[in-house]
C-alpha cells in the first residue's frame, strides 16, 4: 500500500498503486503539493486531491483515465489554480490532473488566424509566443490563466466587448472523456453546421464531461493603432448610460470598464494614480490610426453629452499599460485595502439596460450590509463584479457576505441576468445555477449522466448528480 | 379511424385521432398539403408526414410532443422548407410541426441589442420589424427562412465574417423536449459561465433533440455607412490572397464574396450586369462615413496587388442593392443556365489557408466530371458551394453529381475542413458526418439517446441512432 496512505478508499488506493506503478515520480503524493492543488483564489475552503499526476501527452492522460474509471477515482484537471469558485477541490478525493507539462504551443496557423495549443499553456506565454508574428490572442481574464482552464470555466476578461469571451474563441477542442474516449470537437474551419456544438457543449463544463487535452483558439491581427482613454462621469447612470449609446451606436470598442468611486480610491492608492474620485470608465480602441481617433472622438462627445468630464486619450504605449496595469491589479488594489483580508469576487451580468440599476441597488445594499467592496466591471457586457474583502476567521462576517451574495445574484436573476458572467459555478453556486436555469439543470443532468455515469470527471461540480 | 387512414402504424393512427380530437382543423390531413412539408429546397427525395399541425403557443406545442410521445410518433418541426439535405422528410411518419402561426416579434429591446421571436418568424419579417428602430438582424441566408429553422440547421449567409452565424448570434432559446419538459437555454444577460451551453446544443441539432419555440436574437445598429465595391482578378488564387491579407489585417468587412468566371457569367445573364468575365469578389463595408472610406480604400490597394483590376465602389443605395440583390439571385442565375434542370448546391468549408487550393481544385474536378456547377462563395470564412444543376431524371448524371459531391466533401476533409459550413447534415450527409468526427460521433449518439430515448425528434436526421 506504498501509494495509498492517503487515498480515502481501498479502490482509490488501487487506482493510486497502479498509476504509480506506470508513471513513477510524476505520480505526486506530498501534503504540501497535494494541498496547493486542492485549493484556488476563492474564499472557498480547499480540499487536497488523493494525488498530484502531470501527464505529457494525451495518451497518458488516456491512461490516467482508464486506471482511475477502472477504480472510480475521480479526475480533476488542474490548470494554474486561478479559478474562483472552488473548482479544483476534491470534493471526493480523487487524481489532479496538473497540466504544467503540457505547456506547448504545437502550431501557429497565421494565415488562417488560429492556434493549436497544450492545455497547459498560459494566456500571457500564449501571446508571448504570437508577438513577433503580428497576432494576439483577446481573452484575458485577471490571471495567467492556463487557456485550458479558460475554456473549461468560460472565462472572458476586458475584451470580450470586442473579441468575445472563450466561448467565441475557441474553435476545436481535444479531450478525453470518461470512458476513455479521445474526441475531436470539430475542425479548423471557420464555421460548420456538422452535427452537435461538442466545442460549446465543452467549453464551460468545468472538468466534469471530459478532460481537454488540446485547444484550437482564434486569433487576430495586432491593430495598426490602440488608443486608451479615462472618462470620469458625476452618477453611475451617466456612466453607464454612456456606454449603452456608444454600443448601439456600434463604435467597435475593444475595452470598456467601470470602476465605481471606492475602487477608483483603491487604484489611486495601489498603482499611485490620480484619478478623480468618481465613477470613472477605462476605454480602448483598436483600428487603423484614423479610426481610433474618430472612434475616440465620437465617445468623448457621448460622455460629454452624459455629464463625463475631462476625457483624456492617448495612444502612447507607456500611458496604456500604465493605466491597464492598475486595471488589471484592481482586485489587490482592493486586497490592500485591508490587509490580512480575503478576496471574494461576486460576478453577476445583467442586460445592459438594467446595469445602473443592479449597481445602484448592489451599492445600497454593501453599504448598508457594512462589508468592503469596491466595484468594477466589464460594463459593455453587463458584467461588474464587487469585489468583498473579508476577514475569513470572523464568521459573522464571512456569513454576512455571504447573505449579500446571494441577494446580489437574485438580484441579477431578477433582471434576467445570470449568477456568473466568466467565474462559473465550481462547487459554490450550485444552487444558483437551479434558481437560474430551473428546468435547464435536469437537462444538464441527463447529459451528464449520459457522458460520465460512474460521475468521475470532477464531481460535485456545476451540478449535483 | 376517421384521422388514421394515412398513418404508418396503429400507434400512430392513435396519436393522430387524439390530436385531431385536441385540435381540430389545425391537424391537416391532405396530401397536398403533407407532401408539400414532406420536401425541401434540396435535391433528396421528400417523404412527407402523416399530418400537418400548426401550433399557435408553446403550451400547445408541448401538448402536441405529449400525445406524439405517449404514442411513439415522430415530430419534425417546420419552418418555411428552404433546408437544403432532406430535414423536413418525414422518415418514419410522424407530425410535422408546421410554425407559420407562431411568428410574432414578441419583444425588441433596443438598449439591450436583442430581440425575443417565435419561431415561425422569417428573417425578412424581423428586419422589416426592427427597421424603424435603426436596428438589424444579419444573418441572411438565401431563402428568407423562418428563425426557428436557421437556428435548427446553424445558418449563416454574406454577413458572417463580419457578425458571426446563428452560433454567435442566438442568445438563447426556449424548446421543448422529447418528454414534454419546456427548458430556457439561457436568461439575457450577453455572456455567462452559469452550468452546460444549452443553447449551442439546440443550435444546429436539426430538431433531433428538441422543437425550439422561442429565440432570443442578438441586434445590431444600423451602421452609418454601407458601401459595396466589385472587384475582378486574372486568377482565383489572386482573388484569395487577397481576401487572406485583408482579413489578416484586421479589415472589419461586412460582407466578402467570391463569384468564378462561371457564376459571373450567370450572373450577368440572369440579372443584366456586364462585370468583367473572371473570378469576382464582391464586398460590403458598415461603419462610419470615415471608415468605410477608408476600408475601400485599403481594401482597393491590397486587390491591386493581387492583380485585381478595375476597383469600383459605391455608398449609391440603389447600386448596392442591385448588387446584393444579383448575388442573392445566383442560385436562380444557376438554374436558369440550365431551364428544367435540379439544383444541388454543396457546401463545404476549409480553413482559408487551403481556400485557393480546394476551390482549384474542384474546379478541374467540376471540368473533368462534365457536369454544370457555377461556384460562389462566402469566401471569408472559407465556405463556397458548388451549384450544381443536374437533370433529375438522367441516373446516370445524378450519380456523377453524387460522386463528385463525395469527392469534393473528403477533400474540404483532408484539409482541415467540414463537410457541411451552413446547410447542415439533414438526412443527406450523415456518413459526411462520421468522416469528418470519427468518435465525436459516439459521443453525439450518447446525447441523442439520453435527451430522446424513443428517437421520436426528427428520427434519421443527423444521425442514425
Known amino acids: 500500500m ?12 488501487s487506482a493510486i498503486t497502479e498509476l504509480g506503478r506506470r508513471f513513477g515520480k510524476r505520480l ?68 489532479s490532473l496538473d497540466f504544467g507539462r503540457m505547456n506547448r504551443v504545437l502550431q501557429v496557423n497565421a494565415e488562417d ?23 494576439f490572442f483577446p481573452v484575458d ?5 492556463s487557456l485550458g482552464g479558460m475554456a473549461a470555466t468560460r472565462a472572458s476578461g476586458t475584451n470580450a466587448v470586442r473579441y468575445g469571451t472563450m466561448r467565441e474563441n475557441v474553435l476545436s477542442l481535444e479531450a478525453v472523456m470518461a470512458d476513455g474516449r479521445r474526441v475531436r470537437t470539430a475542425r479548423r474551419a471557420r464555421k ?13 463544463s468545468e472538468g466534469t464531461l471530459g478532460v481537454i487535452t488540446e485547444l484550437t483558439l482564434r486569433l487576430y491581427g495586432m491593430p495598426e493603432a490602440m488608443s486608451s482613454a479615462v472618462c ?20 467597435p470598442l475593444a475595452r470598456i470598464e467601470l470602476l465605481d468611486e471606492v475602487q477608483v480610491d483603491a487604484v489611486n492608492r495601489y498603482s499611485h494614480l490620480e484619478l478623480t474620485l468618481a465613477p470613472t470608465l477605462f476605454l480602448e480602441f483598436h483600428g487603423t490610426e484614423a479610426a481610433v481617433r474618430e472612434q475616440a472622438q465620437t465617445v468623448g462627445e457621448i460622455a460629454a453629452d452624459f455629464g463625463g468630464g475631462d476625457f483624456k486619450w492617448t495612444t502612447v504605449q507607456e500611458e496604456r499599460t500604465r493605466l491597464w496595469q492598475a486595471r488589471h491589479d484592481a482586485a489587490y488594489a482592493c ?41 468594477v466591471g466589464h460594463v459593455g457586457d453587463g458584467n461588474f463584479h464587487v469585489v468583498l474583502v473579508v476577514d475569513s476567521s470572523d464568521t459573522a462576517e464571512v456569513d454576512r457576505a455571504r447573505a449579500f451574495n446571494e441577494r446580489l445574484v437574485h438580484r441579477a436573476l431578477s433582471m434576467d441576468g445570470t449568477c456568473t458572467g466568466e467565474h462559473g459555478i465550481g462547487y459554490g453556486k450550485l444552487d444558483f445555477l437551479v434558481a437560474e436555469h430551473g428546468e435547464g439543470v435536469s437537462l444538464m443532468r441527463d447529459i451528464k449522466r449520459a457522458l460520465d455515469p460512474n460521475n468521475i470527471m470532477n464531481p460535485g461540480k456545476v451540478l449535483r448528480v
Not at 493549436?116 to 508571448?128: A, D, F, S
Not at 439596460?353 to 445594499?365: G, K, N
Open 335 to 375: 486586497k490592500a485595502l485591508r490587509p490580512g483580508s480575503d478576496m471574494w469576487p461576486t460576478d453577476v451580468c445583467v442586460p445592459i439596460s438594467r446595469l445602473a440599476e443592479c449597481i445602484r441597488q448592489t451599492r445600497t445594499d454593501l453599504d448598508q450590509s457594512g462589508l468592503i467592496g469596491p466595484i
Open 113 to 135: 488566424l488560429d492556434v493549436r495549443v497544450e492545455p497547459g499553456v498560459t494566456r500571457k506565454q500564449l501571446n508571448q509566443h504570437l508577438r513577433d508574428l503580428g497576432l
Open 141 to 145: 481574464p485577471g490571471a495567467d490563466a
Open 28 to 95: 505526486c503524493l506530498a501534503a504540501a503539493l497535494r494541498a496547493q492543488h486542492g485549493h484556488d483564489e476563492g474564499h472557498l475552503p480547499g480540499t487536497p486531491p488523493e494525488a498530484v499526476f502531470y501527464p505529457e501527452s494525451t495518451d497518458e492522460v488516456v491512461e490516467a483515465v482508464g486506471i482511475c474509471a477502472a477504480h472510480g477515482m475521480p479526475i480533476i484537471p488542474f490548470g494554474t489554480g486561478t479559478s474562483l469558485e472552488g473548482h479544483v477541490a476534491a470534493l471526493s478525493g480523487g487524481l
Open 232 to 251: 470620469s462621469f458625476p452618477t453611475l447612470d451617466g456612466a453607464v448610460d454612456a456606454v449603452i449609446q456608444t454600443i448601439q451606436l456600434g463604435v
Open 2 to 13: 506504498r501509494y495509498g496512505v492517503e487515498a480515502t478508499t481501498k479502490q482509490h488506493a
Open 192 to 204: 460548420s453546421s456538422a452535427g452537435y456544438d461538442l466545442t460549446h457543449l465543452l467549453v464551460g
